[in-house]
């Protein structure tokens, strides 16, 4: 007798992960190393203390450590919201007339509304440990920047967030959550910091950028007794604690005796990808399996599928190391019709290495394309996506569409990151057909090329 799948599976709480898996311990080649700038070699553990607590430094250079224990607090924490759902695409699937199976892992049920808060929790815990007496940080859209209020307000430690200009003023509800969890938010470019003043300057009129928060927050950190930077996206670490998203939903895959042909994630810094992909990576690196692992990013900031690989800075004012990772230079900014999140210049190191090495696909999708799966998405399954996620859909329903030509049963596995309840005007736009896809030009990219910085032996 066929086993019936149930819409949704949860794990139970003895099911979830103890353990983050890393991803770098079984890769055969590790990305490059990150570098500092002044002397042009790999920083050391010494260094990213200025910066890093001191225990994320740690995880952040550690390329053999396989599993880290997830510490009693974080797993108490993960369980006010964890496990989250695995979920059988049914309506989806028919509305489509595919004959794939197509799951999702639903990451929008806290209230930060993503993924972020995985590594949110986290990076607040390590910091409260070292008795730290505070954070910053930067928000684009706004999710992480919420993510990590919630996680400081739960540990008493205070939160500066510089928080994009344009984000800032086309989401003020956004602003109003992290002020509940007491995190103290400043527009960027700010007038707070040498970087952010200098950019104003040259700029007065900027919506701002991540690259350009990123500035700040470090500047921040760095120049504040007591305080430490945490980023929500891009680092080793950060993909580390991810990795809880797809250990989950391998598990309970397994529980269902399904094992995912094809796995998708919207890719912005790489964060959510990382984390969903990583287990069945492992098997791909092992031999074990070989799932298709496919990006999706906006045709708008399209860093793997038309970036460079070089060794570029990880924000615009050039104060962080450098990493070796797929870039559209750190000066590069997204068109500002650009709605839907993801537009971060680079992409994480490990998923740089791994696509370069031909262990994952990427494809761009613009935008209009993206919010029409969304919209299709919220009609079949009742989950308003964020933009961001929208992208993995648009993905997942061309892919599923593909089986249909060829009549193949695949099975789909995408991440759902989050909701978009915060990005209505975004949402409005499409719906009033004012919305238009922007794609840069060769030249556009040539130029952000051009600034990529020159490194004596290497690039
Ligand atoms: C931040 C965010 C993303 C993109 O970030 P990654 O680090 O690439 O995962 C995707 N979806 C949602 C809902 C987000 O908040």
């Known amino acids: ?252 895959l397994e529980m269902l005796d399904e094992y995912p042909d094809i796995v998708i994630g919207c890719a912005g810094g790489g964060s959510n990808l990382g984390g969903l992909i990583a287990p069945f990576m492992q098997d791909k690196l092992l031999g074990k399996a070989s799932p298709r692992i496919i990006a999706v990013e906006p045709a708008s900031c399209p860093s793997l599928t038309r970036g460079k690989y070089a060794y570029d800075f990880c924000d615009t004012g050039k104060v962080t190391p450098l990493a070796k990772m797929y870039t559209l230079g750190c000066g590069f900014i997204p068109s500002p019709n650009h709605a839907g999140g993801l537009r971060y210049h680079g992409m994480s190191p490990v998923l740089s290495k791994l696509y370069h090495d031909g262990y994952m696909e990427a494809v761009a999708v613009e935008q209009t394309k993206v919010f029409e799966a969304a919209v299709l998405f919220a009609k079949q399954e009742t989950i308003l996506p964020a933009p961001e996620s929208a992208h993995a859909i648009r993905g997942a329903i061309d892919e599923a569409l593909k089986c249909k030509e060829t009549g193949e049963a695949k099975t789909i596995l995408f991440g759902l990151t989050g909701t978009g309840y915060f990005d209505m005007t975004a949402y409005n736009s499409y719906l009033e057909q004012t919305m238009t896809d922007f794609i840069p030009s060769d030249e556009d990219l040539q130029k952000a090329f051009s600034q990529l910085p020159k490194i004596p032996g290497i690039q």
Not at 10 to 39: F, H, T, V
Not at 82 to 88: A, K
Not at 133 to 158: H, I, K, M, V
């Open 1 to 252: 007798m066929k086993k019936k799948i149930p819409h949704r599976l949860y794990l139970s709480e003895d099911q979830l992960p103890k353990q983050w898996y890393n991803l770098r311990a079984d890769m055969k080649e590790l990305p490059d190393p990150m570098l500092n700038p002044a002397n042009f070699q790999p920083a050391t553990a010494e260094e990213l203390y200025a910066v890093f607590c001191n225990e994320l430094a740690h995880q952040e250079l550690d390329n053999t450590t396989r599993y880290f224990d997830i510490p009693e607090e974080i797993q108490e924490f993960y369980k006010m919201y964890r496990p989250s759902p695995l979920i059988r695409a049914y309506h989806l699937e028919k509305a489509l007339g595919t004959p794939a199976k197509i799951y999702y892992k639903y990451e929008g049920n806290n209230t930060s509304g993503s993924h972020k808060l995985n590594s949110a929790v986290a990076q607040a815990y390590y910091a409260k440990k070292q008795g730290l007496s505070g954070l910053t940080t930067e928000t684009g859209a706004g999710q992480w920047g919420t993510a990590l209020a919630e996680a400081c307000s739960y540990f008493n430690l205070p939160l500066i967030v510089y928080m994009v200009k344009v984000s800032y003023e086309q989401k003020p509800f956004r602003k109003s959550v992290m002020q509940t969890f007491d995190a103290q938010i400043i527009p960027s470019p700010s007038n707070t910091t040498n970087v952010g003043r200098k950019i104003l300057e040259q700029n007065p009129n900027t919506g701002g950028s991540l690259g350009c928060a990123i500035s700040e927050a470090v500047e921040k950190a760095v120049s504040t007794p007591g305080y430490r930077y945490v980023l929500g996206s891009v680092l080793n670490q950060v993909l580390l604690h991810q990795s809880v998203i797809g250990l989950e939903s391998k598990t309970a």
